[in-house]
Structure formats: C-alpha cells, structure tokens
C-alpha cells in the first residue's frame, strides 16, 4: 500500500472549512467538571463545565477513571429523590441534531451500589442507564429534529444508587441528514454504529467525522456483541479517498476500512439494547479494492427479517457508479429482534466475496407528548414572579415526574390539576392567561405579595378549591366567583378587595372566608328589579340591531339602483378604482372578512372601452376568459367574464364581491371592481405584467428560463398567498384549484395567487350532493376526490403539485413523460424515495443550484402529496421549507455548486429496499421515466 501524498492533501483541504464552521454550534458539557473550559488535546473539543449552568447535584471525583479523557475525571451526581434534573441545550427550530449523552461511574465506593436510573429527552423516555461495568463509558445518543427552541435532558427516577451523568452532547446535523418519513412523531435512538474493518480497537469521531459520531471498532468486542464471524473473513484497507458525499456523509477514514469475506460470505451477530422494535438501517458499501476487469463482486443479504432481501443483489461499484465512492442502501422501517443476526453471501457468478465497511441501526422511539401548552405559559409566568420557584424544578411540569408544586392529569398531552404556591414570595399579578387552565381544580396562591384584581376565571369550570388569602389583591369580586360550577372553597381573607359580595357567592353552598377586607360589603337583595332592568336594556338592544341592519339593506339597495340608472343614463358613471395595491399592505391575521374595503361598481360601457369591445383574450380560467383592459386613469386591468352567469344569483354574486373585495394580501391578486349587468357578471382584477408561473415554468414565456432561487421565491410567496386564505381570513377560505396557472407573476416577477374565493358559498350548499370536486386534473387531491370532504390540505396537495412542477419543469400529467395514467406525483415519489433526486430536476436547473436546497423542498413536496390531509404539513410549515432552501441555496460558503458530473453520483442513491424489490433504477438514457411500482 503506497502512500498517496497528493490524496492525502486533497482530504485534508476537503475537510478543512466544514470542520471550524461545524465545530463553533457544538455543545460539550463537561458534567460536574470544575476545571473550567478547555480544549481536548485529542480531539479539539472544546468542553464547559455545568457548574454555571445546573444549580442541583454535586460533582463527585470519579474513583480510578480508566478512560484517560479530563471529561471523565468528574461526575455530577445528582440526589436520591423523586424529582428530575435537567439540562436545558438551545436549538433551532426543525433542525436535525444528534445528543448525546454519556456515563462513566468508576469504581465503587465500599457500600455503594451501581446505580440504575432514566434518561429523558423533553418528554420522551430515552433510555433506562443500568452501569454494571466501573471502567466502561456508557453511552446514548439520540438522533432528532428539535420540536421548538431549546431540549431538556432530564434525569430521575432512580431505583438503585444516585443518577449521574458525564457529559452531554449536542451536535448539529446537516439538512436531511438521518431524515425519516415518521420524524414527526418518532426519534431515533441509536443502538449501533459499527465501523468494519477498524485498524485498532479506538473509536473514531471528530475530527474525523465532523458530525463527531462515535463510529465503534468492530475489534471491540462486548459481551455478545460481534460474535459469529465466518471464516475467511479478513480486513481491508485503503488510503485513498472515498467519495462519501450522499445522505448520510460517514467520514472517510471509517470507509477505508471493511471486511471482506474471502470464502464468500460474512456473518455477524449484534445485540441491540432496547429491542425488540421497529428501526431505521443503514448499510455503508465502498469498494476498496481494486478489481481486475474480469472480476465482480456481487452479493446477497441473508436476513430472514429483512423482506424480500433474498434475491436482490448488491453490486457496490455499479451501485455507487464507480469504485472508491459510498453506496449507502437503508431500510427505512424494519422490525428487528434483540439479537440481530445477519450475513452477505456472495452470488455464484461473483468472482470476489461481500464487502462490509460500516452499518447503522437506529430504534424509533415515540416522541413524548409534553404539558399542554397553554398551561406551560401561566407556570412560566408564574416561575418569573418567584425565585424560589424557579429554581426548584426544571424541565417538563409534568413528565417523566412532575414538578413539586404542581399536580398533572394523565391525559395526553398532561393538564395541570393543581397549583400549590403557597408562601413562595410570589410577586405580581396573576396572569391573565389563568383562564386558559381549564383543567384547574385546586388553586393555592396565598401568603405571598400577589397584587392587582382578581383576572377572568370563568373557564375554569372545575375549579374547586381557590386560596387567596393573605396577599395584597385590590378590585371588586368579579360577579363569575358565584357561578363558578365546581367551587366548594373561597379563601380571600386579609386582601384588599373593595365593592360589594357578588349575591351568587353568599347564596350557594360553600366555604366563603372573606374577613380583613376592608372595602367589602355585603349587599341587600336587588334581584327581581336587577332582572327587570337588564330584560329592558336587552330589549332596546335587539331593536336598535333589527333598525341598524334595515338601514343598511335600505341604503345598499339604494346605492345599486343608483349606479344603474346613471349608466343607462348613458353618463358613465364611474366611481373612483380604489387602488389597495398601492397603500402598504399588512397581513393582519384573524380579521374579519367585513373590516375594510370594497370592490367599486364599474360600469359596463366603462368595461367595453377599457377592453376595447373585449378584443384582446388573456387567459382562460375556470371561470370564464380574461381580457386585458387598460382603465381610463391608464391603469392596466384584467378583466374576468364569468361563464356561467346564470347559476349566480345576482344577490350571490354581490356577496361573493363583497367577501373579495375585502381579502387584501400582498401576494393575493387584488379584485378592483366588479360589475353586474345584462346577465353578465364581471370581475376586474390588477392585470399581471408577467402571465402565469405556468407559461414559465414550462417554457411559453418569451423570456428566460426561471433559475432555482426564482423559483423558490414565487413558491414562497404563492404559499403566503394561500397560508392567507387558510388563516389570515375569518372565515378562513379553501382556494380548491390551485394550479401553476392560478400563481400569476406581476412586473417584478414576484408572485400573486389567484381565482380563489370564488362560488364558496355555492359549492358549500352542495357539498354533499355535488359528484363534481372542483379542481383540475392532476392537482386533485385524492382524498377530496373520494370524500368529497373539503379542507385546507387539499389545497396542501395541490401545491405539493405545483412544488414538484417547479422543481422537474415537467406538468402534471403527461402520458408522454410518465406513461398511461401515472402523473407527476407517482413518478416523483418513486424517484425521491429511491434517494434520487437528480432525476426528477428540471434540466435546465442541474450544474446552477445546491442539491441540498432542492432535496428540502422534495421532501416537503412529498409530504405534501401524501395520501392523506392529516399526515401532510400546514402552508406554514412548507413557508418554512422553502425559506430554509432559499437559505442554503443562498449561502455559498464554501460550498461547491454541484455539477452535472457529480449530481451523477448523488443521483444513485439507491435504497437496499429498491435492489431488494427488484426495482430497476429508472433508465436515464432516453430521457423517458416509467417507474416499476409505486
Ligand atoms: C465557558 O464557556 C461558556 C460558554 O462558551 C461561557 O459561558 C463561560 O463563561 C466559560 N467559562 C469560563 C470559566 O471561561
Ligand atoms: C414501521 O412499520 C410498522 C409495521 O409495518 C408500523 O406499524 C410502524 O408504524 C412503522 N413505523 C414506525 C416508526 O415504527
Ligand atoms: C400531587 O403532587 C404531590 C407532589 O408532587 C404529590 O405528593 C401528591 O401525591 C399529588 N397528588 C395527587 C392527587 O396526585
Ligand atoms: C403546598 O406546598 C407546601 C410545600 O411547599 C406544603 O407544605 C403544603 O402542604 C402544600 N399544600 C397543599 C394543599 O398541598
Ligand atoms: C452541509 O453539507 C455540505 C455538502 O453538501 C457542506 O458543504 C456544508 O459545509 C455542510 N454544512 C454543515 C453545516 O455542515
Ligand atoms: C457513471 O459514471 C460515468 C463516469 O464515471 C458516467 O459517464 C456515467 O454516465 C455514470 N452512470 C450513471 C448511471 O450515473
């Protein structure tokens, strides 16, 4: 074996920039170091101590430490209790990580005993830590998509010895590294990453792997783990390089070793901790050997476990299009038992055995649900109001054990039942956000210097017991105290409540203790007249509503009558356009459709002239043609004739208007006038300067080809348009068709949703009767279709549509690019799930973008076309996807666009799933894709 100085410079710059750049977001806890920072001489990591960080737990000198790393000399052990310790990490929102965590007891103490205790990561139980052996480092790592903005990792519920814990971890992940299609509600934890081959018995990591995995020496062997290994099984070696750039990026210098089965085959035997269960696996190939031109290496997965696995066939150098380069098959779900058995048996035609260079498995361990939410913001205000609450507890309140001042229901996610502050020196007011606590039945806030008036409680309709006492509120008692249906106990002594005793309050059943109120009194009965009084008022009420509305109708009649008559006057009459376009629009989340704006009557003279008799066509939509018009103010219009204008009752079409005109958002195609005459209903929008994203995207524009970020922009902003229409409106509206050829384009290129809104009340009467889903082939969801029950992702599934459009530049259904009846979506999943990307990218993108930018937005575009509207994301969520896209699309630190060259390799990803089932990879040679199954 040579040394390949030219090789080794190559590897060494390659890893150079991605190593300082990855190193600044890791998190190293040394736990109960006291040594301060420092940096590893080994691996260049730089370690903190917790002691600023954990106000709990002591740290203990580790007898005898037989890993000679400084982060194992001390421990921070924590006490005997039934409480949980936590170390809170900061993440970031959606992004991948790895955490670990660590244990190295040392040797017992005279009368000790191992400990035996949990791990907890947010609300979901990670591992039962149980140390047996003084000198080994236990170790869990546990692979993630953070939830929000920071994670706990808690420890409690010791059965044996006092839990403790070495160090922590948090490392970030690239992109879609470790994605699974069930990261919404399952972690990963890692039960094994075997680096085959190994030259010594040390683990590698960082700097090595700059994700600082621990990749295992498969000489390490621990009790019943790596035994059985065939005969002839001999180890390998290379210095070259290895192209490892595919999903999972293992660091070289683990893909530079293997095993190789000379007498045809490998076997192993691993024991996984924590199973049996379901499991993401991976197999990590290279070959490492160079192979004469007359020599193959073909082999097969001997795992009864593993279905279908017998007859597919593993070429790695053909699978990986060439030597020297990762071919990474993975399972993405497997069930596996706690010994896994597996081996490689070459083919009969195959002159060389298998090859092994690293595996992977991961459990998926459910995610736990956590407190409710709303809850978590009354507690949180309260920690603030409180020292010596806050630093009592950390982590969740309620799981895995619950917060010694608060009781839980053992719903999914947990209530809070009961809040017991008595006497903690709490100060404030009490958070208005009490109401929320529905659940609430015990509610202990007195002895402490509580101040302001008592908040709306009347939610909580299963309070039973309230404490005040003894606390400096002020105000009247609210009226609601008396109705309150579960309240059997009042405490509000030694306050500073003023006014009168709610009646209600003195006249039912219960223990009122109300004495050292100063302000308070007791009142006569009033009743009969207080009802008299307010029946009147409501009756005043209801009538001065009933002449409101009357008025209203009278005056709106009046108003249309007026605009017709003067245009049969033949005067043209004409109201000023009111142009919301050009005052700055804000996105006012849960307004009422009614709070501004209306649409202008334009007359249809007015219509005929601006259009010139209606003589230029700009478009077709699905509810009549468009014409271009340009008003008399100069203003350019495009100008919508509805088709059907008989099944529109004029009162409909004037609601309709109305519900539209009052819908502005920036990327919503703002309505500017409608008109109403002669049978013919018309709608006059802002005209487009630059046509539909269909004409673009598949090349009928005159102009230039849209580049990746352009794309992604209009996808952004299309995608603000219909997030709008989902949540920003009340009632929130379904746009049910939407297509490339409703996402219009205007003179800055940035992008407009429209057509939306339209016939909502119609189709609504008819929902369940209707046979004809609106939409347009190819876009359909599928489930809409079968249902007929209209939601939000429907439009979800259309978009996904339009994502793959914008990806591929291919349309939605073609029978010449997929085949009979297949369409864009099952092309695309087949593909994407196979780990190609490459193939579906429109060719005009491939050499000019980053391949990780578009593998984001394929992934949510999957999501999108899932087959049911419950498991796809929320326009927000996809709003997200694509600004992290057009993130890393724009961030061009150091990292090299991809080639057409190069794209090939990604392109092979291939899962072991696809060579198992047999699947061919789609044939690339003549440009036509027709996937084999689904
Ligand atoms: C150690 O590093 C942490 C985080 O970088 C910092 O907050 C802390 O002040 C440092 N402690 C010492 C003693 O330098
Ligand atoms: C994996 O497959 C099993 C059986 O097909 C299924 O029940 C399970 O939901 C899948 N996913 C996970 C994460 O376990
Ligand atoms: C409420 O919580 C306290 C402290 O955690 C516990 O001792 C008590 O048993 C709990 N009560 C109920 C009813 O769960
Ligand atoms: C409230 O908590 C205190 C300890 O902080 C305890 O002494 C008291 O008994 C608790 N009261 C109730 C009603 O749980
Ligand atoms: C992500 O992977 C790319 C290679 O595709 C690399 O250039 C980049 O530095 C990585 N980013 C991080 C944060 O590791
Ligand atoms: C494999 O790589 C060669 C160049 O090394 C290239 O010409 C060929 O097209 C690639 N084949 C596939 C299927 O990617």
Same mark, same amino acid.
């Given at each position: 074996?040579?040394?390949?100085?030219?090789?080794?410079?190559?590897?060494?710059?390659?890893?150079?920039?991605?190593?300082?750049?990855?190193?600044?977001?890791?998190?190293?806890?040394?736990?109960?170091?006291?040594?301060?920072?420092?940096? &590893?001489?080994?691996?260049?990591?730089?370690?903190?101590?917790?002691? =600023?960080?954990?106000?709990?737990?002591?740290?203990?000198?580790?007898?005898?430490?037989?890993?000679?790393?400084?982060?194992?000399?001390?421990?921070?052990?924590?006490?005997?209790?039934?409480?949980?310790?936590?170390?809170?990490?900061?993440?970031?929102?959606?992004?991948?990580?790895?955490?670990?965590?660590?244990?190295?007891?040392?040797?017992?103490?005279?009368?000790?005993?191992?400990?035996?205790?949990?791990?907890?990561?947010?609300?979901?139980?990670?591992?039962?830590?149980?140390?047996?052996?003084?000198?080994?480092?236990?170790?869990?790592?546990?692979?993630?998509?953070?939830?929000?903005?920071?994670?706990?990792?808690?420890?409690?519920?010791?059965?044996? +010895?006092?839990?403790?814990?070495?160090?922590? @971890?948090?490392?970030?992940?690239?992109?879609?590294?470790?994605?699974?299609?069930?990261?919404? !509600?399952?972690?990963?934890?890692?039960?094994?990453?075997?680096?085959?081959?190994?030259?010594?018995?040390?683990?590698?990591?960082?700097?090595?792997?700059?994700?600082?995995?621990?990749?295992?020496?498969?000489?390490?062997?621990?009790?019943?783990?790596?035994?059985?290994?065939?005969?002839?099984?001999?180890?390998?070696?290379?210095?070259?390089?290895?192209?490892?750039?595919?999903?999972?990026?293992?660091?070289?210098?683990?893909?530079?070793?293997?095993?190789?089965?000379?007498?045809?085959?490998?076997?192993?035997?691993?024991?996984? @901790?924590?199973?049996?269960?379901?499991?993401?696996?991976?197999?990590?190939?290279?070959?490492?050997?160079?192979? +004469?031109?007359?020599?193959?290496?073909?082999?097969?997965?001997?795992?009864?476990?593993?279905?279908?696995?017998?007859?597919?066939?593993?070429?790695?150098?053909?699978?990986?299009?060439?030597?020297?380069?990762?071919?990474?098959?993975?399972?993405?779900?497997? /069930?596996?038992?706690?010994?896994?058995?597996?081996?490689?048996?070459?083919?009969?035609?195959?002159?060389?055995?298998?090859?092994? *260079?690293?595996?992977?498995? !991961?459990?998926?361990?459910?995610?736990?649900?956590?407190?409710?939410?709303?809850?978590?913001?009354?507690?949180?205000?309260?920690?603030?109001?409180?020292?010596?609450?806050?630093?009592?507890?950390?982590?969740?309140?309620?799981?895995?054990?619950?917060?010694? %001042?608060?009781?839980?229901? /053992?719903?999914?996610?947990?209530?809070?039942?009961?809040?017991?502050?008595?006497?903690?020196?709490?100060?404030?007011?009490?958070?208005? @956000?009490?109401?929320?606590?529905?659940?609430?039945?015990?509610?202990?806030?007195?002895?402490?210097?509580?101040?302001?008036?008592?908040?709306?409680?009347?939610?909580?309709? *299963?309070?039973?017991?309230?404490?005040?006492?003894?606390?400096?509120?002020?105000?009247?008692?609210? !009226?609601?105290?008396? /109705?309150?249906?579960?309240?059997?106990?009042?405490?509000?002594?030694?306050?500073?409540?003023? =006014?009168?005793?709610?009646?209600?309050?003195?006249?039912?059943?219960?223990?009122?203790?109300?004495?050292?109120?100063?302000?308070?009194?007791?009142?006569?009965?009033?009743?009969?007249?207080?009802?008299?009084?307010?029946?009147?008022?409501?009756?005043?009420?209801?009538?001065?509503?009933?002449?409101?509305?009357?008025?209203?109708?009278?005056?709106?009649?009046?108003?249309?009558?007026?605009?017709?008559?003067?245009?049969?006057?033949?005067?043209?009459?004409?109201?000023?356009? /009111?142009?919301?376009?050009? $005052?700055?629009?804000?996105?006012?989340?849960? !307004?009422?459709?009614?709070?501004?704006?209306?649409?202008?009557?334009?007359?249809?003279?007015?219509?005929?002239?601006?259009?010139?008799?209606?003589?230029?066509?700009?478009?077709?939509?699905?509810?009549?043609?468009?014409?271009? =018009?340009?008003?008399?103010?100069?203003?350019?219009?495009?100008?919508?004739?509805?088709?059907?204008?008989?099944?529109?009752? &004029?009162?409909?079409?004037?609601?309709?208007?109305?519900?539209?005109?009052?819908?502005?958002?920036?990327?919503?195609?703002?309505?500017?006038?409608?008109?109403?005459?002669?049978?013919?209903?018309?709608?006059?929008?802002?005209?487009?300067?630059?046509?539909?994203?269909?004409?673009?995207?598949?090349?009928?524009?005159?102009?230039?080809?849209?580049? %990746?970020?352009?794309?992604?922009?209009?996808?952004?902003?299309?995608?603000?348009?219909?997030?709008?229409?989902?949540?920003?409106?009340?009632?929130?509206?379904?746009?049910? &068709?939407?297509?490339?050829?409703?996402?219009?384009?205007?003179? *800055?290129?940035?992008?407009?949703?429209?057509?939306?809104?339209?016939?909502?009340?119609?189709? #609504?009467?008819?929902?369940?009767?209707?046979?004809?889903?609106?939409?347009?082939?190819?876009?359909?969801?599928?489930?809409?279709?079968?249902?007929?029950?209209?939601?939000?992702?429907?439009?979800?599934?259309?978009?996904?549509?339009?994502?793959?459009?914008?990806?591929? =530049?291919?349309?939605?259904?073609?029978?010449? &690019?997929?085949?009979?009846?297949?369409?864009?979506?099952? %092309?695309?999943?087949?593909?994407?799930?196979?780990?190609?990307?490459?193939?579906?990218?429109?060719?005009?993108?491939?050499? *000019?973008?980053?391949?990780?930018?578009? %593998?984001?937005?394929?992934?949510?575009?999957?999501?999108?076309?899932?087959?049911?509207?419950?498991?796809?994301?929320?326009?927000?969520?996809?709003?997200?996807?694509?600004?992290?896209?057009?993130?890393?699309?724009?961030?061009?630190?150091?990292?090299?666009?991809?080639?057409?060259?190069?794209?090939?390799?990604?392109?092979?990803?291939? $899962?072991?799933?696809?060579?198992?089932?047999?699947? #061919?990879?789609?044939?690339?040679?003549?440009?036509?894709?027709?996937?084999?199954?689904?």
């Amino acid at each position: 074996m040579g040394f390949y100085f030219p090789h080794f410079l190559l590897i060494f710059l390659f890893l150079a920039p991605p190593v300082l750049s990855q190193v600044k977001d890791f998190i190293s806890i040394d736990c109960g170091g006291t040594g301060g920072n420092y940096t &590893d001489r080994r691996t260049g990591l730089t370690w903190i101590s917790d002691t =600023g960080t954990i106000s709990h737990g002591t740290s203990v000198e580790v007898e005898d430490p037989k890993a000679n790393s400084p982060q194992y000399l001390k421990r921070r052990e924590f006490p005997i209790d039934d409480r949980k310790y936590c170390y809170t990490l900061s993440t970031q929102e959606r992004r991948r990580y790895l955490v670990r965590a660590t244990f190295q007891y040392g040797s017992l103490k005279d009368e000790d005993t191992y400990p035996k205790f949990k791990l907890y990561l947010d609300a979901t139980e990670w591992s039962t830590v149980t140390i047996f052996d003084a000198s080994r480092i236990y170790v869990n790592e546990m692979i993630i998509r953070a939830s929000s903005t920071s994670i706990d990792v808690c420890i409690c519920c010791a059965t044996t +010895g006092s839990p403790f814990i070495s160090t922590l @971890e948090l490392r970030p992940l690239n992109l879609s590294m470790y994605a699974t299609d069930f990261e919404d !509600s399952f972690f990963l934890r890692v039960a094994a990453r075997v680096n085959f081959g190994a030259k010594t018995k040390d683990i590698i990591r960082y700097p090595d792997d700059p994700y600082d995995r621990i990749w295992d020496s498969d000489l390490e062997k621990r009790q019943n783990y790596l035994v059985g290994v065939a005969t002839g099984t001999k180890r390998i070696e290379t210095s070259r390089n290895i192209a490892v750039n595919t999903r999972e990026y293992p660091p070289v210098k683990v893909m530079q070793t293997a095993v190789v089965g000379t007498e045809g085959k490998l076997s192993y035997r691993l024991n996984l @901790e924590g199973f049996p269960g379901n499991a993401r696996a991976y197999a990590y190939l290279a070959e490492i050997e160079d192979l +004469g031109p007359k020599e193959t290496r073909k082999f097969k997965l001997d795992e009864p476990n593993f279905a279908d696995s017998s007859n597919a066939v593993v070429n790695i150098a053909e699978n990986a299009n060439g030597s020297y380069t990762l071919y990474e098959p993975s399972y993405m779900n497997v /069930s596996l038992q706690f010994v896994l058995s597996f081996s490689f048996g070459k083919t009969r035609d195959s002159t060389r055995g298998p090859l092994l *260079n690293a595996m992977e498995i !991961s459990k998926y361990v459910q995610i736990g649900t956590k407190t409710d939410k709303q809850d978590l913001v009354v507690l949180n205000a309260l920690r603030l109001m409180s020292a010596e609450i806050t630093s009592a507890d950390e982590g969740d309140p309620c799981v895995p054990t619950q917060w010694e %001042w608060v009781n839980c229901s /053992s719903n999914a996610p947990p209530r809070i039942t009961k809040i017991n502050i008595s006497g903690k020196n709490v100060k404030g007011e009490i958070p208005s @956000e009490l109401n929320n606590m529905e659940e609430l039945s015990e509610l202990w806030l007195d002895g402490n210097s509580l101040t302001g008036t008592l908040p709306d409680m009347t939610n909580l309709i *299963n309070l039973k017991i309230l404490h005040l006492e003894n606390n400096q509120l002020t105000g009247p008692l609210p !009226s609601y105290l008396g /109705s309150l249906p579960s309240l059997q106990e009042l405490y509000i002594q030694n306050n500073s409540f003023a =006014g009168d005793i709610p009646p209600g309050l003195l006249a039912r059943k219960l223990v009122f203790k109300y004495e050292d109120n100063p302000g308070l009194h007791k009142v006569a009965q009033k009743k009969k007249h207080l009802n008299l009084v307010v029946g009147t008022a409501v009756g005043v009420f209801v009538l001065l509503i009933v002449i409101f509305l009357g008025g209203l109708l009278f005056v709106r009649n009046l108003r249309r009558k007026e605009a017709q008559s003067k245009t049969s006057d033949g005067k043209g009459y004409s109201m000023r356009i /009111s142009t919301k376009a050009s $005052t700055p629009y804000s996105i006012s989340r849960g !307004s009422h459709l009614m709070d501004d704006g209306i649409a202008c009557y334009i007359a249809f003279s007015e219509l005929e002239e601006a259009t010139n008799n209606f003589s230029k066509k700009i478009g077709k939509g699905s509810f009549g043609s468009v014409y271009y =018009g340009r008003m008399r103010d100069g203003k350019e219009v495009a100008v919508k004739i509805m088709a059907d204008s008989s099944s529109h009752g &004029d009162q409909q079409f004037v609601t309709e208007v109305a519900l539209l005109s009052r819908i502005h958002h920036r990327n919503l195609v703002p309505l500017i006038g409608y008109c109403e005459e002669e049978h013919q209903c018309v709608l006059v929008y802002e005209y487009m300067h630059n046509g539909t994203l269909r004409d673009h995207i598949h090349g009928y524009a005159d102009q230039e080809r849209l580049d %990746w970020l352009t794309r992604l922009r209009i996808g952004e902003d299309a995608a603000k348009g219909l997030e709008y229409l989902h949540t920003g409106c009340n009632p929130s509206i379904i746009h049910r &068709d939407v297509k490339t050829s409703n996402i219009l384009l205007d003179i *800055n290129m940035r992008a407009k949703v429209s057509d939306f809104g339209l016939s909502r009340q119609a189709e #609504e009467d008819l929902t369940h009767i209707s046979s004809v889903a609106r939409g347009t082939v190819g876009y359909l969801d599928p489930e809409y279709y079968a249902c007929q029950q209209l939601t939000e992702k429907s439009d979800v599934y259309s978009f996904g549509v339009v994502l793959l459009e914008l990806i591929s =530049g291919r349309k939605p259904v073609s029978q010449e &690019d997929y085949g009979a009846e297949l369409n864009i979506v099952h %092309w695309a999943r087949s593909l994407i799930r196979k780990g190609d990307v490459v193939s579906i990218m429109d060719p005009f993108l491939i050499g *000019n973008l980053k391949i990780e930018s578009v %593998w984001r937005i394929a992934e949510v575009a999957i999501q999108c076309v899932q087959q049911h509207g419950v498991s796809r994301p929320r326009m927000q969520e996809i709003i997200l996807a694509i600004q992290d896209a057009m993130k890393i699309e724009k961030d061009t630190e150091g990292n090299p666009k991809i080639s057409p060259s190069s794209s090939k390799a990604q392109s092979s990803r291939k $899962t072991l799933l696809t060579s198992f089932l047999e699947i #061919e990879p789609p044939d690339l040679s003549n440009g036509s894709l027709v996937p084999s199954a689904r």
